[in-house]
């Protein structure tokens, strides 16, 4: 038997970008959809906002960034929603920096732990930028699943 769970996943249009600004600002994220990047969002039962994260746009690369999930909605699988929902938008130039702590987690996904060097300079210069700011991030790509007999 299935369990029904109340969440579901969307895509934001870029007129509904805000309200994805508006679940950041409220839970105090650092995140900042832009118009024009794909942004996905869970939403509870009562359709609100539970969690979101976006894929910013760069030159040769796109970046997952933003993953986020309101403190009371933690330990769910909300995120695991929201990134396998967020993963037919994925390919092997998207990038993510997690915290390391989060490797294991992300590896369940399909992303691997990659080295700085050589990767986008786009990449690079925003992964520095973070490390400076004292984060303890890892750089990871998206490595698409095999399919079976592919």
């Given amino acids: 038997m299935t369990v029904e769970h109340p969440f579901s ?3 934001l249009s870029d007129m509904e970008i805000p309200l994805a600004n508006k679940f950041y600002r409220t839970h105090k994220f650092r995140g900042k ?3 024009h990047d794909p942004c996905a969002v869970i939403r509870n039962a009562q359709q609100q906002i539970v969690a979101c994260g976006y894929l ?4 040769d690369a796109q970046l997952l960034a933003g993953v986020a999930v309101a403190p009371d909605y933690r330990g769910q699988g909300v995120a695991r929603l929201l990134l396998n929902s ?5 390919d ?3 990038f993510t920096f997690p915290y390391r702590h989060l490797i294991p987690f992300y590896q369940s ?3 691997v732990e990659e080295e700085v060097d050589g ?5 690079v210069d925003r992964f520095h930028t973070y490390q400076k700011q004292g984060r303890d991030i890892v750089v990871m790509r998206y490595q698409a699943q ?5």
């Fill in 9 to 11: 996943a969307h895509w």
């Fill in 33 to 35: 959809a832009r118009r």
């Fill in 56 to 59: 910013r746009q760069l030159t």
């Fill in 86 to 90: 967020m993963a037919e938008a994925c």
């Fill in 92 to 94: 092997q130039q998207t």
């Fill in 109 to 111: 996904l399909g992303f």
């Fill in 119 to 123: 990767q986008p300079s786009a990449i």
């Fill in 146 to 150: 095999a399919k079976p007999n592919a």
